[in-house]
């Protein structure tokens, strides 16, 4: 396993001969509050991961024992005049979109809070693991704003317009077995568990064609939303990106000489 470390407090680790890749939040004594350095970072490290034609799938954990993230740094914005915020807009909203963008499946191991931009971060993954003490919630509208790394897009997108509306509008926080009821959470398993579970998940994506999950993901997430015809015509376009393709070969040849595959990933 290598380490890599993106600014103070993003760390990269890589396993599985560098097929899974761990983003860690790593601001322990803030509870992984983001800071504007901290967004930064996150942005740098998704992008290196992206470009990463090793990496199959990621895992977002966190170093804190008793939070995955608390969502924006506040004592750092208290501090901020208005045109301060608006600089800063973009470097985080840059660390929500590149965990959305990450073109390979991702999955977020939760335990304890995971709140507002926290949250987020959990939502901005194709699957969340949640151990027993996970705790979530999008608060911004009890502080005077708006879930703003893609909460009200993503949250419905997971649970439905209405629901998310309840959640968002009385800023509740939902304990781990009410999350898994709602579908906030993909898996619930027991405490101390999620980053473990979380990265076997990864391990077995992982085993996958490169060429494949990637497009998949691509054709899930370009085809949600619109209407069957034109969601039939994006996975279309994915499938032509693959059926050509080494890994194509590859896995065909594999499936009737009964061995595993070793994928060219192209």
């Not at 009821?181 to 076997?200: H, M, T």
Request: overall charge neutral; some cysteine; proline content about 4%.
């Amino acid at each position: 396993m290598s380490e890599q470390r993106f600014g103070e407090f993003v760390l990269v680790r890589r396993h599985e001969r560098g097929h899974v890749a761990e983003l860690v939040l790593d601001r322990p004594k803030a509870m992984n509050a983001v800071s504007t350095g901290m967004a930064r970072s996150l942005a740098g490290a998704c992008a290196a991961l992206g470009e990463d034609r090793s990496v199959r799938a990621v895992v977002l954990t966190s170093s804190h024992e008793r939070a995955f993230c608390v969502g924006a740094d506040l004592k750092e914005r208290n501090s901020f005049t208005d045109a301060d915020l608006m600089r800063q807009r973009p470097v985080a909203r840059g660390a929500y979109t590149g965990v959305l963008e990450l073109p390979v499946p991702t999955v977020a191991a939760v335990h304890g809070f995971a709140l507002g931009g926290g949250f987020e971060l959990a939502l901005s993954c194709d699957v969340i693991v949640a151990d027993r003490t996970a705790v979530m919630g999008l608060p911004e509208v009890s502080v005077g704003v708006i879930p703003g790394g893609g909460g009200t897009q993503l949250l419905p997108r997971r649970v439905g317009a209405a629901r998310a509306a309840e959640l968002i509008f009385t800023a509740r926080r939902v304990e781990a077995a009410e999350a898994r009821e709602l579908g906030l959470v993909d898996e619930l398993v027991e405490q101390g568990k999620d980053r473990e579970e979380a990265l076997a998940m990864a391990s077995r994506i992982a085993a996958h064609s490169p060429v494949g999950l990637r497009a998949a993901k691509r054709a899930l997430r370009l085809g949600h939303g619109l209407d069957l015809a034109a969601g039939l015509e994006v996975e279309d376009a994915a499938w032509r990106s693959v059926a050509f393709s080494g890994d194509r070969a590859e896995g065909v040849a594999a499936f009737n000489e009964k061995r595993r595959p070793e994928w060219p990933g192209e």
